[in-house]
């Protein structure tokens, strides 16, 4: 192999191994423009608020009626919601892993440490699933 095709082998490897990165938020919600037919009015566009990029849509399959339109935009609404506070959320729940881990290191009562030990797993488990390091295809 030549140099060059070393080089783009190497090239391509590192952008492989790069981590992929969602886009910043925060995330809003909009109405798309030109519905034209009922069963659209619950659709909704997730976009970046930063550069108006759409990212996502939710939509009411089920025909017209309301609670197919407010099922749709109440999905639309949890999502924002969940990714827009994601990153705090990782920060709290850290800090008081950091904080309980402290507590179980350093208390000599034993029901403590108990139940210290079950919240730093706890923890452990829920930052492993915030933090993408689950399995999703299960």
């Given amino acids: 192999m030549s140099n060059d095709q070393n080089d783009i082998i190497e090239e391509n490897r590192r952008e492989m191994e790069e981590e992929r990165q969602p886009t910043p938020t925060p995330w809003g919600i909009k109405s798309p423009k030109g519905l034209t037919r009922k069963d659209q009015e619950g659709d909704r566009l997730i976009y970046s608020l930063n550069s108006n990029e759409h990212i996502a849509e939710t939509f009411q399959y089920q025909g017209h009626s309301t609670k197919d339109q407010e099922t749709s935009i109440a999905n639309a609404e949890f999502i924002v919601r969940a990714v827009n506070s994601h990153e705090e959320l990782l920060k709290v729940i ?7 881990a402290f507590v179980l290191t350093n208390s000599p009562q034993t029901h403590v440490k108990e139940v210290a030990s079950l919240s730093v797993k706890y923890a452990d488990k829920v930052l492993t699933k915030a933090e993408g390091k689950e399995d999703l295809t299960k």
């Fill in 94 to 100: 850290k800090a008081l892993r950091s904080d309980i």
